[in-house]
Nanobody, 121 residues
Framework: QVQLVESGGGLVQPGGSLRLSCAAS????????MNWYRQAPGKERELVAA????????NVADSVKGRFTISRDNAQNTVYLQMNSLKPEDTAVYYC??????????????WGQGTHVTVSS
């Protein structure tokens, strides 16, 4: 069955770094756009970063531009989120998402269980 398993979250001081990983299985990883979302307490889930299926194009939210980098390894079925210069406002649950849209077929949209990131001194 489809699985997305995030890891790498934790407690970090402001200015620190974390690298999140998301290991995928149960579907053709290399055919899916991969996204990282986050949801802070009391706030809506927001898209943080996205990467195309081939890894040839990425996009990050303005709030994390210059600090976060998304990458993927299609041979390892894994997507990463490198987070540098972390701020307290980056505190959230981070979710891995796999998405594929095909004409005439219902969208494929898979989610991981989330990993907690807390930025605090």
């Amino acid at each position: 069955q489809v699985q997305l398993v995030e890891s790498g979250g934790g407690l970090v001081q402001p200015g620190g770094s974390l690298r999140l990983s998301c290991a995928a299985s149960g579907f053709t990883f290399s055919s899916y756009t991969m996204n990282w979302y986050r949801q802070a307490p009391g706030k809506e889930r927001e898209l943080v970063a996205a990467i195309t299926s081939a890894g040839d194009s990425t996009n990050v939210a303005d709030s994390v531009k210059g600090r976060f980098t998304i990458s993927r390894d299609n041979a390892q079925n894994t997507v990463y989120l490198q987070m540098n210069s972390l701020k307290p406002e980056d505190t959230a649950v981070y979710y891995c998402n796999a998405f594929r849209r095909r004409i005439g077929i219902r969208d494929s949209d898979y989610w991981g269980q989330g990993t907690h990131v807390t930025v605090s001194s």
